[in-house]
């Protein structure tokens, strides 16, 4: 499937996003509840938060930080 590279942008965000905050999200959950008695509806909420957060953050972050940088640094041609 050929996408253009803002459609490209926005699935990585999304795939990376949703990896990240579920991994995080579930070890945090499980740490806190341990595992005998895991609240999965509490995960999940703790998820959806955690996710919409990320999303916009990994959206918007790495242009921001890579224009900083570029001020400071040049590439090496």
Do not use: D
């Not at 957060?53 to 930080?65: A, C, E, R």
């Amino acid at each position: 499937m050929f996408v253009n590279t803002r459609i490209h942008r926005i699935l990585c965000s999304v795939v990376t996003a949703a990896i990240m905050t579920s991994i995080i999200s579930f070890t945090l959950t499980a740490v806190n509840s341990g595992l005998h008695a895991f609240p999965y509806h509490t995960w999940f909420r703790s998820w959806i938060i955690a996710f919409s957060l990320v999303f916009f953050i990994s959206f918007f972050l790495p242009k921001l930080v890579r224009h900083h940088v570029s001020k400071l640094v040049k590439i090496k041609e």
